[in-house]
C-alpha cells in the first residue's frame, strides 16, 4: 500500500493512471502536476460528465445536445491543490490566452480603417488568433480530465504520477461503473 502519503485524504483513491474522488472527499495538499506541497493553493473548477450517447444529438443540432447535456449532465466540484510554479505556469497561459484574444480583435479593426477593401486576411488571422486563444484558454486549465461523474462518486484523468503516487489505491470493495 502507498506507504509515503501525505496527510490520507479519504475518499480520494488511485485506480491505474485514474483518479477517483468519492463525493464530498477532498484532495490532499499536494500539486496535482508534480506532487510537491500544494504552497500555490486551491484552484475551484466544476467538472462536467455526461454518457456518449448523447453526442449523437449533435446530428439533429447543436441546439439539441445543449439542451439535453444541461438537464442530463452530472457535475462534481472540485478544489484542485497546486504548487506556486504550476499556479503561476496556469496564469500566465491564462494570461497569454487573453492577450491573443485581445489582439484578434485589435488587428480586424485596425485593418478595417486601414484597408476596408481586402478584409478576407486580417479576418482570417484574426479568427486564427481568437481560436488559439480560447484553446490556450482551456487547455491551461484542463488538470482533471472527467471520465465518470455520478451521485457518488467522479473518475478523472491527467493528474501527475507523482501526485498519484502518493494516493492510496482504489479498496477492492470499492465498484467504479466506468469504462476507459
Ligand atoms: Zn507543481
Redesign the pocket.
Known amino acids: 500500500m502507498a506507504s509515503n502519503a501525505a496527510p490520507a485524504s479519504t475518499g480520494v483513491y488511485r485506480d491505474g493512471k485514474n483518479l477517483i474522488v468519492m463525493r464530498g472527499a477532498e484532495l490532499p495538499p499536494i ?1 496535482i ?2 506532487g ?1 506541497a500544494a504552497t500555490g493553493g486551491f484552484l475551484h473548477r466544476k467538472a462536467y460528465w455526461h454518457e456518449r450517447w448523447l453526442y449523437l444529438l449533435l446530428i439533429p443540432g447543436v441546439i439539441w445536445y445543449a439542451i439535453a447535456a444541461l438537464f442530463v449532465r452530472k457535475r462534481m466540484d472540485l478544489a484542485v491543490p ?2 506556486v ?2 499556479r503561476y505556469r496556469y496564469l500566465q497561459l491564462r494570461r497569454a490566452a487573453i492577450a491573443m484574444m485581445i489582439a484578434g480583435g485589435i488587428f480586424v479593426i485596425v485593418s478595417f480603417f486601414v484597408s476596408a477593401d481586402d478584409l478576407i486576411y486580417p479576418m482570417l488571422a484574426c479568427f486564427v488568433l481568437l481560436l488559439a486563444g480560447v484553446i490556450t484558454w482551456l487547455v491551461a486549465g484542463l488538470f482533471l480530465t472527467p471520465k465518470f461523474i455520478d451521485a457518488a462518486l467522479g473518475v478523472f484523468s491527467g493528474p501527475g504520477e507523482q501526485f498519484l503516487a502518493q494516493i492510496p489505491l482504489k479498496p477492492e470493495s470499492l465498484f467504479v461503473p466506468s469504462r476507459s
Do not use: F, N, P, V
Request: proline share 0%.
Open positions: 500539486c502536476r508534480c510537491q497546486l504548487c510554479q504550476h
